[in-house]
């Protein structure tokens, strides 16, 4: 499991306030490593700028720390596991990975959380996931920690709504965004793929999706590849570390 080192945050007493200053986002004409046009085109700025808008794909690659990173998966996960009629608690000392693609501290905490036998479903039926977990997350668990409240709140304030009412350093009341999170006029969609999991090439829906998604990378890393729908040849691969997060319009 390949992760993003990043420095880990203090903890926030229930009834503090939580300042967040958002990092400048890369976008699909950025230079950076982690993301990869797929020809010469996609990377020229005149080409580029035809096929997408710097503001149509924005990705913070170390948006969330490692506390905030594990305060979410422990969430994501405990919603997940509350819908999976197959899970069964894995054996002490088996089907456990005899070592790791990383010696990280940071990956051993967060890979020892996927401690289970999990019912991946084979197929979505779109066709479009495969080998996956999935639930919509409408509530908190009881007794949200500060961490996790804080982290949701500092992710839903990237949607352009509700940055028309809020400046770039972000003050928010803990004790108040219990009642707004999730906010209304959102979805919020849990996915988990199996080490074996894909997504397959698709466009989504509008209708279904909405004009804005906001994507959080949580755990392994992986790679989100963006092609034109008819030049296939046209595009971008972006890696997603963990604790990523990226905004597509």
């Known amino acids: 499991m390949r992760l993003s080192r990043v420095s880990c945050a203090s903890h926030l007493a229930r009834g503090m306030r939580s300042v967040h200053t958002r990092p400048q986002p890369l976008h699909l004409q950025s230079e950076s490593p982690l993301i990869r046009p797929h020809n010469v085109a996609s990377s020229s700025s005149s080409s580029s700028a035809v096929i997408a808008k710097p503001n149509d794909f924005l ?19 405990w919603k997940l596991d509350r819908v999976d009629s197959s899970l069964k608690r894995r054996r002490k000392g088996k089907d456990t990975p005899k070592s790791l693609t990383t010696s990280s501290v940071e990956a051993d905490e967060l890979q020892s959380l996927f ?13 479009v996931i495969h080998r996956y977990r999935e639930t919509l997350l409408s509530s908190l668990p ?25 400046s770039q350093s972000i003050s928010t009341e803990v004790d108040a965004d219990l009642e707004n999170l999730p906010p209304q006029g959102t979805i919020t ?3 988990h793929l199996s080490p074996e999991g894909e997504i397959l090439p698709h466009v989504d829906n ?5 004009s804005v998604i906001c994507g959080v990378s949580l755990g392994a890393e992986r790679t989100l590849r ?5 030049r296939k ?13 990226y905004l597509q319009r």
Do not use: I
Request: no cysteine.
């Open 59 to 77: 990705l913070w690659p170390e948006f969330f720390n490692v506390e905030e990173t594990k305060a979410l998966l422990q969430m994501a996960l």
């Open 115 to 127: 401690n289970r036998q999990y019912g991946f479903k084979e197929g979505h039926y779109d066709s």
């Open 142 to 166: 009881p007794s949200p920690s500060s961490t996790l409240v804080s982290s949701l709140s500092k992710l839903y304030s990237l949607l352009p709504r509700r940055q028309e009412h809020q």
């Open 189 to 191: 969609h849990l996915l």
């Open 206 to 210: 509008l209708e279904a999706s909405g």
């Open 226 to 230: 963006l092609q034109h729908k008819d």
């Open 233 to 245: 040849n046209e595009g971008w691969d972006v890696r997603l570390n963990s604790g990523s997060v």
